[in-house]
């Protein structure tokens, strides 16, 4: 059974990391999380960036968090990923599959996954 | 939506939009219907936007001029025979109060889905934000108070993995139970 304790030890292991974290975030995922984003199956994309991210030891310089409707709903699930000097990519038609492939090509190889951003899509 | 507990996490959007504090998602389940009533203490509306919330050409959103929100919780609430209400104030003691109720034997009951990645998905967006959630089905309850968690965590974030990993693991054992 999962206990108040367990979540007690969290808290003393998490306490001194958190305060490195502060500031860092070179990389922000943004998933759309509105009505539309949220019908077209955004928790599912949300919930797999979180956790490949994390799993994957990125949760130092990535985070993950939400938005409400990014504008293109026909789209969605649509996911914006945000780089210190570099253009803002956005990705379409999301799926958690694509998720995953996106934080191990993308965020932890560095080359955009071509064909699902929104520029392959709309050519 | 595929699962109630999407239109859930939906509406409980529009409560941590409306600056609440505190959001309460209760889920009271008996053999033929469920009761949802989703209580928050945020700004509130004024009349004219409660009855015009309903309305699917109504909403916040600054991209597009359609919302749909509650009109979908309520298309799914009377597909079965049920419905909704919305109570809200603004002002002193402001706040909102959506409540639904659903037929669950009826053929167009869409099914509640996965509640708990619902709750985890609030948890994760809004850390500082509480929510306070119970699902009652005939004398067992699954219950998670995030302003318990944060006593324990004292500072530590509720998006932190570590503690979304767990929180989830503490609703699914619940789950089980019930």
């Known amino acids: ?123 | 939506m595929k699962e109630l507990s999407l239109n859930i996490l939906d509406i409980v959007e529009n409560s941590v939009k409306a600056g609440a504090a505190l959001t309460e998602i209760l889920l009271e389940e008996t053999e033929d219907k469920i009761v949802l009533t989703i209580k928050d203490d945020g700004c509130g509306m004024d009349e004219q936007m409660v009855k015009s919330v309903i309305d699917p050409f109504c909403t916040t959103r600054t991209t597009r001029k359609v919302g749909l929100g509650i009109p979908l919780l309520k298309m799914a609430a009377e597909q079965t025979g049920g419905g909704i209400d919305i109570v809200s104030k603004q002002g002193e003691n402001h706040g909102t109060i959506v409540s639904a109720v659903f037929f669950k034997n009826h053929i167009d009951f869409t099914p509640l889905g996965d509640v708990v990645s619902t709750i985890v998905t609030l948890i994760q967006g809004h850390p500082d934000t509480d929510f306070l959630f119970i699902h009652k089905k005939d004398d067992k309850e699954v219950q998670l108070d995030t302003r318990m968690l944060r006593e324990v965590l004292e500072g530590v974030p509720l998006n932190c993995y570590e503690v979304i990993k767990w929180t989830q693991d503490y609703l699914k054992e619940q789950y089980e139970g019930l």
């Open chain 1, 1 to 123: 059974m999962k206990t108040l304790a367990e979540l007690q030890a969290i808290k003393e292991k998490m306490k001194n990391k958190v305060v490195l974290r502060e500031g860092s975030g070179e990389i922000r995922i943004v998933v759309g999380m509105a009505t539309c984003g949220i019908a077209a199956g955004a928790r599912p994309v949300l919930n797999a960036f979180v956790e490949a991210v994390n799993e994957g030891g990125l949760s130092d310089k990535v985070t993950v968090s939400q938005t409400g409707c990014i504008g293109c709903c026909e789209l969605e699930p649509v996911v914006e990923v945000f780089e210190a000097d570099k253009e803002k990519v956005t990705y379409v038609k999301m799926n958690a599959e694509k998720a995953k492939e996106i934080v191990q090509k993308h965020i932890k190889g560095g080359k955009v996954v071509a064909e699902y951003t929104i520029a392959s899509y709309k050519s």
